[in-house]
C-alpha cells in the first residue's frame, strides 16, 4: 500500500476494519453456537471442548484490545508505551529514544480511526455483514464435498456449524492457518460424518478453503509485485 503511494493513517484505518470486523464475526458465531448449542458441541468435540473455549476466549481479547486501540487511543498509547519500557528494562530490546517516538507517533494515528468508525456506523454494519456471509460461504465448503462423495444424511446447517466450530477454535492460535490443530480437530469431529471416507474428505475440504487460496494468494502477489515494480520503473 505505502509502495502505491497510499496514505498511512488511510491503510491503517482501512487494515483495522477490516480485522475488527473479521474477528467479531467468529466472536459472534462462537457466542451463538455456545448460547444455542452446547450439548451438540460436546457431542462432537468431547475432550477438545477446551480448544473452543480458547479460540473463543483468545478471539474476544483480540477484539476487546483493537477496540481499545480506537476508542480508546489515550489508554492504548499508555499501555503499550509502558510495555516498550518493560521490554526494554528487562533487556529484550535496546533503549531507543526513536523507537517510542515512533510508537507514539503511530498510535496518534487511531485517533481518526475512532473519529471514521462515529461517523460512518452504517458502513461499519455493511461491512460486518458482507463479512458474516463471506465466512458462512467459507464454512459451506464442508458441505459440498460431503454432497460430492455421495453422502445424504447430514444438513447443510448442521456441516456448516461443525466447520464454523473449526475455524472459532484455530484461528487465534498461534500457528500458520491453525495447520495440525484444524487437521485434528476435523478428523474428530466428522469422524461420524464421513466414516471411511474421513481422510479424503478433510484433504478436499482443507485444500478448497485453504490451500487452495494460498495459491491464489501467492499468484495475485506475483502479479502485483510486477505491476508495482513496472510502474516504479516507468516513473524513473
Known sequence: MKKDKLPIP???LVLM???ITYKAVLVVIGIAIWLLGRGFLEGYLGQYMWVFYLGVGLNIF???FM??????PGLAKWIMVKGLKLIEHFRFLKPKKARLEKL???????HETAAFWASHKLMILKVFLITMVQRILLFTVTYWVYRSLGFHGYSIIT????QSVISVSVDMLPLPGGMGISESLYLVMFAPVFGESLLPAMLLSRGISYYAQMLISAAMTCVAHLIIGRKEQEEE
Open 10 to 12: 488511510v491503510t491503517t
Open 17 to 19: 476494519i477490516v480485522t
Open 62 to 64: 483480540c477484539v476487546i
Open 67 to 72: 477496540m481499545i486501540l480506537v476508542f480508546a
Open 104 to 110: 507514539e507517533a503511530s498510535m496518534d494515528q487511531y
Open 159 to 162: 456441516l456448516t456449524i461443525l
